[in-house]
């Protein structure tokens, strides 16, 4: 039956070590994307899936109004946009932040295939950032209902006709890769880490949304938290998704004592200014992601680290 | 540098590898050269720990060595990784790895899209190599359901996925029972004979797998190779004398009229196959027969006829792999022993014996 099944060369062909560039990049690529979605999207158990994806974003971003519903009384209804979409935005964060790295926990420490992945010719972080795609499709469709939710049930004012689209369309592509590139960062470090570092990413996650504007103004902060804030890419990228969703409304950056307008003299940054810094900070994050990846990856390499299975 | 037909299949160097560990460092790894020809079925032994799986991930790209290089047909495993990928793949026994939610089926076609295979063609060869390796029934079965030697052979599947020229096994029957593991061995067997040029690295602890499917062997111990050879020439290696067991219908004078012969070193009476009491053949005399050399056996049966003694069985009897592995190491597979204490025999690689070209391009 063997023999069916395979060539009858019984001399090395050396062209055979070569492969076929950008087509094998995306075949691995679309390859992965299907495989996150099956182990991500597990429809088998709608239940959990349920609670996970939808459950617990809407229950997050509810807390938030309803503490600010509190704090506030009712002049705290003009922040509902805000807070809404802060919150939303966040657990898409946290999906994309922590996809990837659990895909490399997933996949060394539960099901034991990351050796096999590792060592066939498919560019390995290309198949942790399609593994990482999938959670952050599902992350997409928690953050989308969450919206939903705020606007049909929680009566936030949203005009489909004034979103403003083209800074829509370039914050979610530039943001999005940011995203992802911070996953590259916690997936180089947990290729370090032990099996209980589930929950590094979402301590990661956590200690950002401290400076980024998410559901408060930078503005509340200190100055070296707020700058901290400047510095990070995802502050402008949700700053930039409210400014395109609800023109006018607050805005997480600028703002009366904010470190914004002692730097730039302007209360509060425009679309461009928003776009341009995201694309910059950004960029400094994609580039030191894919430099940190190449040394984890060789650390991991050099110490045993790929196949090494710490739960059993 | 680039990979060419003349390049041995797998060539190490002074391979060394040191963990880093507390209270002091682990060498897995002490200085290993290895030269494996093109199309040998070549295997690893040694006991766990012994450093086998280490080379292994080595070899395979997972694991950097702390010194030393090792190249497949040429290619350094720790640099040109791209291209040693595409020409080998892995196996590795005594785990329960798989995606459990997915299909037999969808989980090697995933696979066949990492090595490469368009969608057809990948599904085409998913479906010859589950008709090959016994999986039809369960090809859409969850791989959460499939037993051990179920998910081996899958296992087995996606290691020929991209018709590797050089397929690493690791313990590939390790917890398995004894017809899951037969099977893994045929397939082994079938799938290299079909195409003589491709070379399989075998590791393995146990000596009989060994023996059965490897060309040669190399005796690994405390990341020492400690000897190479074939299977019969380790063997011969640790057997000084002949040794024969002799049956005869009967024996005038007993074995001592024997070990009076020439070349004769001892001749002691052994137990009788057919010994036992409800059998209706004839009692014989069993003879253990340690001689000088195989030629003096000539000797001992013209002696017979003088004896009046006539053969009814005569068979050599062959030392195992153990005993080339106690001979060598001081201590069985089993046994832990004094990891300060040197192994008591180290044979160098080149005593232990490359194989010449000839033997190479076999």
Redesign the interface.
Known sequence: MIEATIGRDERFDPARTRGQGRADLFRSFRTAVALGWKMEANWTDPVLFFIYSVAKPLASALILVFMLQVIAGPAGQALRPFVIVGSALWSLVVSGIAGLAWAVLDDRERYRMLKYIYVSPSSFVVVLLGRGIARLAVGAMGAGITLAAGVLVLGVPFDPGAIDWPLLLAVLVLGLATISALGVVMAAICLQTRQDSWTYPEAVAGALFLVVGAVFPLSVLPDPLQLLGLLSPLTWWIAGIRQALFPGGPSSIGGTGSAWLRLSGEVNPNDLQIVLVLLATGAVVTLASAILFRVGEGRARDRGLIDRTTGS | M????QAP?IDVRGITRV??ARPKDVIALAGIDLEVA??EFFGLLGPNGAGKT?LI?IL?????PSAGTARI?G?DVARET?????????V?GG????????EAR?QLW??S????LGVREGWR?VD??I??V?LGEQRNQRVSTLSTGQRQKMNFA?G?L??P?VFFLDEPTLGLDVSAARAVRE?MV??RA????RTVLLTTHYMAEADELCERIAIVDRGRILAIGSPAELKRRVQRESIFRLELDRLTGGPASLARLPGVLSAVAATPVRADANSAARPTVAINLVLHQDSALAGVVAALDGLDAHIVALAKSEPSLEDVFVELVGRGFDDEGDPEQPPRRAVEPHEAGQPEPEEANR
């Not at chain 2, 079909?194 to 040029?197: E, F, M, N, Q």
């Open positions: 680039s990979g060419s037909i299949a963990y880093k093109p199309g280490t991930k395979t790209t997972l694991l950097l047909f290619f791209k291209q040693i990928r595409r020409i080998m793949n892995m590795a785990e329960q790895s798989g995606y459990g939610i997915l969808e995933m696979f899209q990492f090595y490469g060869r010859e190599l008709d090959a016994g996606r020929l991209n018709d020229w397939l079938g799938w079909a195409v003589p040029g």
